[in-house]
């Protein structure tokens, strides 16, 4: 079955893309084609994104699906003229919390994702230069770290950790463990001081030659043997130093970075 998707916002859609895809992922033999269609907050572009549902209707024959965040009732309505099958994330929510507030909502374009606190604003700002200064090792002072990713090259540290300081302004840095720290079976001297921080990463060994292979074709690095070696020999580090590890092989950034911050125990929420 081929269906197809459209995520309508007057925004910039992450959040209607983000909730419709955790709940597509539910239905197992479904090809979703899905599309975005950012900052509709005018009735021109509201009839302009129905007229492109439409237009998808008449090619396929199957009835699109509109995940729908736009705040204006009045552009709602223009949309499902379209004929789509029209799912509004806000809607079910509205009515409950406007009854057990006792006010109305106070409908305002693109506030989730605006400048609302220049002071969180500014925390994932550093959080991200941070993250891109302690990267691979670049620089070992880790005195500010909140968590320090541990793993070999090319297991998911570093997009882990420019996700955790992007979305929850977490000061995260990665250490890439070298063939000489595989040998020697110890924990860097380095990262000794900073136990209680670590934290660390592993993948299949076939998902990390194709990775490994797709970034160095052909070389020693990429080899299914020297993968597996260097898996090995890191998961008998961190179970001889007691460090949690998590497998990132089939396992999204978002869930990899919420599991690590609930199991260091540190308490961040979603900006």
Not at 44 to 69: C, D, F, H, W
Not at 146 to 171: D, F, N
Not at 244 to 257: F, L, P
Request: hydrophobic share 40%.
């Amino acid at each position: 079955m081929h269906r197809t998707i459209f995520y309508v916002s007057d925004g910039t859609g992450i959040t209607a893309e983000t909730i419709g895809h955790s709940v597509l992922t539910q239905f197992d033999g479904v090809d979703f084609e899905s599309y975005r269609i950012p900052f509709v907050d005018s009735e021109e572009k509201a009839r302009a994104a129905a007229l492109r549902i439409k237009t998808a209707y008449a090619q396929n024959g199957m009835r699109p699906i509109v995940v729908n965040t736009v705040i204006d009732p009045a552009l709602s309505e223009v949309l499902a003229d379209s004929g789509a099958l029209m799912l509004d994330v806000f809607a079910p929510f509205i009515g409950p919390l406007e009854t057990e507030l006792g006010t109305k909502r106070s409908p305002r374009v693109g506030k989730a994702h605006g400048l609302t606190d220049f002071a969180e604003y500014e925390a994932r700002i550093n959080a991200t230069n941070y993250a891109l200064t302690h990267d691979d090792g670049i620089d070992v002072n880790y005195a500010d770290a909140e968590v320090i990713l541990v793993g070999v090259s090319r297991v998911g540290k570093t997009p882990t950790c420019l996700y955790m300081a992007l979305h929850y302004g977490v000061k995260a840095a990665n250490y890439p463990l070298t063939e000489e720290d595989l040998e020697r079976l110890e924990l860097p001297k380095r990262l000794a001081p900073h136990r209680a921080r670590l934290y660390g990463l592993t993948i299949d060994p076939q998902r990390l030659a194709q990775v490994r292979e797709a970034r160095r074709p052909g070389s020693r690095y990429a080899e299914i043997q020297q993968c597996r070696w260097e898996l090995d020999q890191a998961d008998r580090l961190f179970r001889r130093e007691n460090i949690a590890v998590q497998n990132t092989t089939h396992t999204s950034i978002e869930e990899i970075s919420s599991k690590i911050l609930s199991q260091l125990d540190i308490e961040k929420h979603l900006f």
